[in-house]
């Protein structure tokens, strides 16, 4: 049975921090594509950033300098680094694990950026 399960999201201040990780099971980790996405409030889900088996990196435009993606093969499990926090960072981060043709979702863990 494969799980993802998010941790780490929260009310925070603008210009806070906040660190989310995906632990993962079920799964032969190291061969995944990892992969951050979010939901804001009515919006579509759009990629934030994902990191290839290989270490390879994407990010999109909004949060580069800001977030950092990574990833610990030995502990299964992918982190976000948030910096710099925004208001507009307000949404339901997903972790997503990817290696055609299997493609799991976490079940989201919610961060507000809000004074």
């Known amino acids: 049975q494969v799980q993802l399960v998010e941790s780490g999201g929260g009310l925070v201040q603008p210009g806070g921090s906040l660190r989310l990780s995906c632990a993962a099971s079920?799964?032969?980790?190291?061969?995944?594509?990892m992969g951050w996405y979010r939901q804001g409030p009515g919006k579509q889900r759009e990629l934030v950033a994902r990191?290839?088996?290989?270490?390879?990196?994407n990010y999109v435009d909004s949060v580069k300098g800001r977030f950092t993606i990574s990833r610990d093969n030995a502990k299964n499990t992918a982190y976000l680094q948030m910096n710099s926090l925004k208001p507009e960072d307000t949404a339901v981060y997903y972790c997503?694990?990817?290696?055609?043709?299997?493609?799991?979702w976490g079940q989201g863990t919610q961060v507000t950026v809000s004074s």
């Open positions: 997503n694990a990817f290696w055609r043709p299997y493609d799991y």
């Open positions: 079920g799964i032969i980790f190291s061969n995944y594509r």
């Open positions: 990191i290839y088996s290989g270490g390879d990196i």
